[in-house]
């Protein structure tokens, strides 16, 4: 017969497991689309995917550039970028909405998805940021600046965690996101 304790660790354990199994992903949190619409990082399951904090108006946007190159590349792989107009450092995403598609579209000729604004730190930080950096994250640590970079794998694992100033076509982001292409 088992003694209650052993009981008690088992039952503890089964628990622990149906949790993590449950516990949501970054894909599950909604989203809205620059458009308006409700969404989710989970229309991209089963893709890679950069998440990226951009501002029209910051020393490091020529870095749209290189993010629509990137996504250009890899996307018929199973690769996107999606980025995330965020107004938090220094007041480098002014502009609403239309503005920023008219910007991205004819500066930098963006055909990777745009998400509504968001805030990225602070009171209001929206879920997501709050998945990505929380404590119980696997890079915890507020963002720094605009142009903060996610990868995440298909299955909504975060893989890699690239600063503000490491740009999307440096080799350790290409090497991350082939790596990840790769893997099934």
Same mark, same amino acid.
């Given at each position: 017969?088992?003694?209650?304790?052993?009981?008690?660790?088992?039952?503890?354990?089964?628990?622990?497991?149906?949790?993590?199994?449950?516990?949501?992903?970054?894909?599950? !949190?909604?989203?809205?689309?620059?458009?308006?619409?409700?969404?989710?990082? $989970?229309? %991209?399951?089963?893709?890679?995917?950069?998440?990226?904090?951009?501002?029209?108006?910051?020393?490091?946007?020529?870095?749209?550039?290189?993010?629509?190159?990137?996504?250009?590349? %890899?996307?018929?792989?199973?690769?996107?970028?999606?980025?995330?107009?965020?107004?938090?450092?220094?007041?480098?995403?002014?502009?609403?909405?239309?503005? !920023?598609?008219?910007?991205?579209?004819?500066? %930098?000729?963006?055909?990777?998805?745009?998400?509504? $604004?968001? #805030?990225?730190?602070?009171?209001?930080? #929206?879920?997501?940021?709050?998945?990505?950096?929380?404590?119980?994250?696997?890079?915890?640590?507020?963002?720094?600046?605009?142009?903060?970079?996610?990868?995440?794998?298909?299955?909504?694992?975060?893989?890699?965690?690239?600063?503000?100033?490491? $740009?999307?076509?440096?080799?350790?982001?290409?090497?991350?996101?082939?790596?990840?292409?790769?893997?099934?």
């Amino acid at each position: 017969m088992k003694s209650l304790a052993t009981l008690s660790l088992g039952l503890a354990a089964a628990a622990m497991t149906a949790l993590a199994a449950s516990a949501p992903t970054v894909q599950s !949190i909604p989203l809205k689309d620059i458009d308006g619409k409700s969404t989710s990082l $989970k229309a %991209y399951k089963g893709k890679v995917v950069l998440v990226v904090n951009v501002a029209s108006k910051c020393g490091l946007t020529p870095q749209y550039d290189a993010l629509e190159a990137v996504h250009t590349k %890899y996307s018929a792989k199973g690769f996107t970028v999606v980025g995330f107009p965020c107004n938090d450092f220094g007041s480098q995403e002014p502009g609403t909405a239309d503005e !920023i598609k008219t910007f991205c579209s004819t500066k %930098y000729n963006v055909t990777f998805p745009l998400m509504e $604004k968001l #805030h990225v730190k602070g009171a209001e930080q #929206h879920p997501l940021y709050t998945a990505l950096t929380g404590p119980g994250s696997a890079f915890p640590g507020d963002i720094e600046w605009n142009f903060g970079k996610f990868l995440v794998g298909r299955d909504g694992t975060v893989l890699k965690r690239f600063k503000p100033q490491t $740009k999307p076509d440096a080799p350790e982001v290409v090497e991350a996101i082939e790596a990840a292409l790769k893997a099934k």
